[in-house]
């Protein structure tokens, strides 16, 4: 253990309630381990939170003693965030808990929540909160970052549907911010990440809902242009109610899929509905209508079996990167070139995820929060997901060379929750107009860059550190 790592631990021991690990303790091996096995961090110690003293104490004890601090909730930051190599880990695991005032439509949920945590309580009442579709997704990080899903273009992100964060801010006290106090930190939590301190509660707006028309099928050949077309054209029509997103990949060799098209280049489409039967049925109808559709479903479905259906598909340990930005137009151009990539994509699980989101998100204005780009309704994801470490370099190096492709075509800015760990860069890029309010307010609550293992906004007067 280094020196401050030490003087940390002492300063803990006896006062924390929670749980410390340190590297020699029984359960620290699995407690270490995050989302993402390309990231591998060896932390000199694990503070695993009780409640919100724990987590004052954690936060002062480790600035008094200049330990680098990660903070963890869901622990599936794609850039590996919720850890690191000899400083500390906050680590909120132990404070997992949601309740709700059905009758006010309002819910409140501990800052160390999934997804799931939330969806569970909420659901009993037949109310939603609009969130990510991966269900073991932590709802810290996800919402601090905006938060998209199936519901955007209904409700609106995540972070707009939150009404108040409580905060543990790098001076160890507890802040409450909403629309009606400190105002400019509401604004930036509602985007950007875990910049300003360790949210410790968050109270969000719930929407009635609970179940919803699914329909999936896949496309091969020519068709997939032909879908891409279709999908750009209509989307910016469609009413709100639904949620169309698109796959590029090559077809799954399951059971599901017929033997003709496994392994092949295939768009996955997926429909979800949330409005009156008739018209979803023509929607999907009309978009089925439009070349072959292998492996085709339509169900009516729970919420939290549409929540939960893709958390398979998602495991912990397996190794991704990705990189991802907005497009305001899916020209042709663009769509050939994720198309011709398709063929030489090195993993079977690896995806190009698109999805228009627009509705209740694109209705809120730019400077309402300080969430990126809200003009640009395409976003896209470059996921790379593949099992064995010999496959990095390939599997990096066509993510990027994909996206250096398209990155021409791109609307400046990206959805900071769906970036990787080297692209420090690119974080004024995703705030615009917003960068220097958010470097203001970051001076403001955490003048030494306390928090600084996030997608970073660096204080005025501090010097970049790790
Ligand atoms: C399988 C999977 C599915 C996903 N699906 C979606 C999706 O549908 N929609 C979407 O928008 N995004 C999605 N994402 C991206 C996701 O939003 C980010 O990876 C997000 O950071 C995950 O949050 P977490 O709490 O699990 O992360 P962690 O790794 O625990 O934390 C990530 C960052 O958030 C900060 N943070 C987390 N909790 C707190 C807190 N309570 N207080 C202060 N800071 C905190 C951490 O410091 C860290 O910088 C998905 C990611 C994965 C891996």
Same mark, same amino acid.
């Given at each position: 253990?280094?020196?401050?790592?030490?003087?940390?631990?002492?300063?803990?021991?006896?006062?924390?309630?929670?749980?410390?690990?340190?590297?020699?303790?029984?359960?620290?091996?699995?407690?270490?381990?995050?989302?993402?096995?390309?990231?591998?961090?060896?932390?000199?110690?694990?503070?695993?939170?009780?409640?919100?003293?724990?987590?004052?104490?954690?936060?002062?004890?480790?600035?008094?003693?200049?330990?680098?601090?990660?903070?963890?909730?869901?622990?599936?930051?794609?850039?590996?965030?919720?850890?690191?190599?000899?400083?500390?880990?906050?680590?909120?695991?132990?404070?997992?808990?949601?309740?709700?005032?059905?009758?006010?439509?309002?819910?409140?949920?501990?800052?160390?929540?999934?997804?799931?945590?939330?969806?569970?309580?909420?659901?009993?009442?037949?109310?939603?909160?609009?969130?990510?579709?991966?269900?073991?997704?932590?709802?810290?990080?996800?919402?601090?970052?905006?938060?998209?899903?199936?519901?955007?273009?209904?409700?609106?992100?995540?972070?707009?549907?939150?009404?108040?964060?409580?905060?543990?801010?790098?001076?160890?006290?507890?802040?409450?911010?909403?629309?009606?106090?400190?105002?400019?930190?509401?604004?930036?939590?509602? @985007?950007? @990440?875990?910049?300003?301190?360790?949210?410790?509660?968050?109270?969000?707006?719930?929407?009635?809902?609970?179940?919803?028309?699914?329909?999936?099928?896949?496309?091969?050949?020519?068709?997939?242009?032909?879908?891409?077309?279709?999908?750009?054209?209509?989307?910016?029509?469609?009413?709100?109610?639904?949620?169309?997103?698109?796959?590029?990949?090559?077809?799954?060799?399951?059971?599901?899929?017929?033997?003709?098209?496994?392994?092949?280049?295939?768009?996955?489409?997926?429909?979800?509905?949330?409005?009156?039967?008739?018209?979803?049925?023509?929607?999907?109808?009309?978009?089925?209508?439009?070349?072959?559709?292998?492996?085709?479903?339509?169900?009516?479905?729970?919420?939290?079996?549409?929540?939960?259906?893709?958390?398979?598909?998602?495991?912990?340990?397996?190794?991704?990167?990705?990189?991802?930005?907005?497009?305001?137009?899916?020209?042709?151009?663009?769509?050939?070139?994720?198309?011709?990539?398709?063929?030489?994509?090195?993993?079977?699980?690896?995806?190009?995820?698109?999805?228009?989101?627009?509705?209740?998100?694109?209705?809120?204005?730019?400077?309402?929060?300080?969430?990126?780009?809200?003009?640009?309704?395409?976003?896209?994801?470059?996921?790379?997901?593949?099992?064995?470490?010999?496959?990095?370099?390939?599997?990096?190096?066509?993510?990027?060379?994909?996206?250096?492709?398209?990155?021409?075509?791109?609307?400046?800015?990206?959805?900071?929750?769906?970036?990787?760990?080297?692209?420090?860069?690119?974080?004024?890029?995703?705030?615009?107009?917003?960068?220097?309010?958010?470097?203001?307010?970051?001076?403001?609550?955490?003048?030494?860059?306390?928090?600084?293992?996030?997608?970073?906004?660096?204080?005025?007067?501090?010097?970049?550190?790790?």
């Amino acid at each position: 253990m280094s020196t401050p790592i030490h003087e940390l631990f002492a300063a803990l021991r006896g006062k924390f309630t929670g749980h410390l690990l340190r590297p020699e303790d029984s359960g620290y091996g699995d407690a270490r381990k995050i989302w993402n096995a390309m990231v591998e961090r060896q932390p000199g110690l694990i503070a695993r939170c009780a409640d919100v003293a724990d987590v004052q104490l954690a936060v002062k004890s480790a600035a008094a003693a200049g330990v680098l601090t990660a903070v963890r909730c869901g622990g599936h930051s794609l850039a590996g965030f919720s850890s690191c190599d000899d400083g500390l880990v906050i680590d909120l695991s132990r404070m997992r808990s949601a309740s709700m005032d059905a009758a006010a439509r309002r819910a409140r949920f501990a800052g160390g929540s999934l997804l799931g945590t939330v969806d569970t309580v909420t659901q009993q009442a037949g109310l939603v909160f609009p969130a990510g579709v991966v269900s073991h997704t932590g709802a810290g990080g996800l919402v601090l970052g905006g938060g998209t899903g199936w519901l955007t273009r209904m409700f609106g992100l995540s972070c707009d549907n939150v009404e108040g964060f409580t905060l543990v801010t790098a001076d160890g006290s507890i802040v409450h911010a909403s629309g009606r106090e400190n105002a400019d930190l509401f604004w930036a939590l509602r @985007g950007g @990440g875990g910049n300003f301190g360790v949210v410790t509660e968050f109270e969000v707006r719930l929407h009635p809902l609970n179940s919803v028309l699914l329909a999936t099928s896949y496309c091969i050949g020519d068709d997939i242009f032909r879908i891409l077309r279709d999908w750009r054209e209509f989307m910016p029509g469609a009413p709100d109610s639904l949620k169309w997103n698109i796959s590029l990949r090559l077809a799954p060799s399951t059971p599901a899929i017929p033997a003709e098209i496994r392994g092949k280049p295939a768009a996955s489409l997926s429909l979800a509905w949330f409005g009156e039967p008739e018209e979803g049925n023509r929607c999907i109808e009309r978009a089925f209508s439009i070349g072959k559709h292998f492996a085709r479903t339509k169900e009516t479905m729970s919420f939290l079996a549409l929540q939960t259906m893709a958390d398979a598909d998602f495991p912990h340990g397996r190794r991704y990167y990705t990189k991802s930005g907005y497009f305001t137009a899916l020209d042709d151009r663009t769509v050939q070139i994720m198309v011709d990539a398709l063929p030489s994509i090195p993993s079977p699980n690896t995806q190009i995820e698109l999805a228009y989101l627009d509705g209740a998100a694109g209705r809120v204005a730019a400077s309402e929060t300080a969430f990126g780009d809200r003009s640009a309704p395409f976003i896209m994801n470059l996921l790379a997901d593949w099992v064995d470490p010999k496959g990095d370099a390939a599997n990096v190096a066509w993510v990027r060379d994909l996206f250096a492709a398209l990155r021409p075509a791109m609307k400046p800015g990206v959805y900071v929750n769906f970036m990787s760990g080297d692209e420090q860069d690119r974080v004024p890029e995703a705030y615009h107009e917003r960068w220097e309010r958010m470097v203001k307010v970051k001076s403001h609550y955490d003048p030494t860059n306390f928090f600084r293992l996030n997608q970073n906004v660096l204080p005025k007067n501090a010097q970049r550190k790790e």
